[in-house]
C-alpha cells in the first residue's frame, strides 16, 4: 500500500484532473434519480455500455417506479437479458419499485440509509446517486478506485470504505464533488489494471507506483 500523499501534491493532483475535464459525467445513462438508482443498479458486475444498450429502450416505458411495476418483472427481464445476473437484478428493482411506490409516494429518497434500505442497493449505489443526482459530495469506491487510490498513494485503504475515508479526509473540499468521477476514469482509461499506460499519465510525476510503465 502507498504511503498517503500531503494536501499540496493531492492540490496539484485535482488541480490537473479538473484543466482535464473540468465537468467529469458518469457514463450511465438516465433521465431522472428512479432511472439513475436502477441503472446503477443494474452495473454490479456489468459495463456501463452494457447497461446503457439495455436500458436505452427499457426508460423509455419505464422510467417512474410505478411504470416499472407495470411493466412486469417478465418485461423488464427481457430488457435486461443480456445483463450479468439479470434476473436477480429483475426481482431487486421490483422490490425497490414497490418500496418507493408504498413508502416514498414514488419518490427516491436522499438519504444514504434510505438508499442502502432498497434492494439491491449498496453503499456504493447509493454513493452514486448522491452525487450524480443530488451532487453531494458522496464517494463511490469501485474497482478503479480502490486500485487508484492505493498504487498512486491518493487515497490508499485496505478495503473500499478505507479508502473512502481517504478521499473524503484527505482531497481538498473544492475537489469533493468531482473526485471519483475523475478517479474511475483516471483508473477506467490511463491506470489501467494489468499495464497502466504510465507514459499518458497527468500526474505521473506524484505517483508513488513503483512498477511504471513507458
Not at 13 to 34: M, Q, S, T, W, Y
Not at 81 to 110: C, D, H, W
Not at 170 to 181: E, I, S, T
Request: with cysteine; charged share 25%; aromatic share 8%.
Amino acid at each position: 500500500m502507498a504511503k498517503q500523499l500531503d494536501y499540496l501534491t493531492l492540490r496539484e493532483i485535482f488541480a490537473r484532473f479538473h484543466d482535464a475535464e473540468p465537468e467529469p459525467k458518469g457514463e450511465l445513462e438516465h433521465v431522472n434519480a428512479f432511472t439513475l438508482v436502477v441503472a446503477v443498479a443494474l452495473s454490479a458486475q456489468a459495463t456501463d455500455a452494457g447497461v446503457n444498450k439495455a436500458t436505452k429502450e427499457l426508460f423509455k416505458v419505464a422510467d417512474t417506479p410505478q411504470k416499472m411495476l407495470d411493466l412486469g418483472e417478465e418485461g423488464l427481464t427481457e430488457h435486461i437479458k443480456t445483463i450479468g445476473l439479470f434476473r436477480q437484478k429483475a426481482k431487486n428493482v421490483m422490490k425497490l419499485s414497490r418500496i418507493l411506490v408504498e413508502t416514498y409516494g414514488g419518490e427516491v429518497p436522499n438519504s444514504r440509509a434510505a438508499l442502502v434500505s432498497l434492494p439491491g442497493v449498496g453503499r456504493k449505489t447509493a454513493n452514486v446517486v448522491l452525487n450524480m443526482w443530488w451532487h453531494h459530495p458522496a464517494q463511490a469506491v469501485d474497482t478503479h478506485i480502490f486500485r487508484v487510490g492505493n498504487r498512486t498513494g491518493i487515497a490508499p485503504g485496505k478495503d473500499v470504505e478505507a479508502v473512502e475515508r481517504a478521499i473524503e479526509d484527505h482531497v481538498p473540499a473544492d475537489y469533493q464533488l468531482h473526485a471519483h468521477h475523475w478517479l474511475i476514469l483516471h483508473g477506467r482509461y490511463i491506470c489501467v489494471a494489468r499495464k497502466p499506460k504510465c507514459g499518458a499519465c497527468i500526474i505521473r510525476e506524484f505517483c508513488q507506483y513503483e512498477d511504471k510503465t513507458a
